[in-house]
């Protein structure tokens, strides 16, 4: 399995990956598994590509079996949630730091293939968008919705994030998670 930034011609099949997970198009017994709540256009995945180099993929004879998505709040905030975040930021303090969108970017959605959850590509492809990440912010943000305890497990459990807060919006409840860029999660 190869580790790799995301490439323009890597569209597709980051789409097959997400459809397959996205809360929209998932089948209802493997919601408990774990889920992506964020759609995304081919558009919206080509800026992130190009624009914040913010996709980072694990591909197996060409097929994508997981991605980290991260980027700035200014890429986010066509989001309302991302949105609702960004103006909350002032509020949070970590690492001795008031958040803002110059030290802290959004992490997330991430997604692993069924068939390779709990082989350890989940902590390899975090520490992978760390490495580009951790150069240009010192502090990851991210949300799990409540419902989803695999997310919530894989990211305080398997990842170590901590949880600053937690927040309600659109009728849904979230934690949200703080990290130091500065560390990694395999030694």
Not at 166 to 178: A, R
């Given at each position: ?22 809360i929209d198009s998932i089948s209802e017994e493997d919601k408990k598994d774990g889920f ?73 959605p991430v997604c692993i293939d069924k068939s390779v959850r709990g082989s350890g590509l ?49 009728g849904n409840e979230y934690y949200e998670f703080v990290y130091d860029t500065s560390k990694?999660?395999?030694?």
């Amino acid at each position: 399995m190869t580790l790799k930034l995301a490439q323009v011609e890597d569209i597709e099949n980051i789409l097959k990956l997400h459809y397959k997970y996205q809360i929209d198009s998932i089948s209802e017994e493997d919601k408990k598994d774990g889920f992506v709540t964020t759609a995304f256009t081919k558009e919206q995945l080509r800026d992130i590509i190009t624009q914040e180099k913010g996709v980072f993929i694990a591909v197996e004879n060409d097929k994508v079996l997981g991605y980290v998505m991260s980027a700035s709040w200014q890429y986010w905030s066509k989001w309302p949630i991302f949105a609702y975040m960004i103006k909350d930021l002032p509020n949070l303090k970590y690492l001795g730091e008031t958040l803002n969108t110059n030290n802290s970017y959004q992490y997330g959605p991430v997604c692993i293939d069924k068939s390779v959850r709990g082989s350890g590509l989940l902590e390899q492809l975090f520490d992978f968008a760390l490495e580009f990440m951790s150069k240009r912010y010192k502090i990851l943000v991210t949300f799990v919705n409540k419902t989803n305890s695999r997310s919530f497990q894989a990211h305080k459990r398997k990842l170590g994030l901590e949880i600053i807060q937690e927040f309600t919006f659109n009728g849904n409840e979230y934690y949200e998670f703080v990290y130091d860029t500065s560390k990694r999660v395999l030694k």
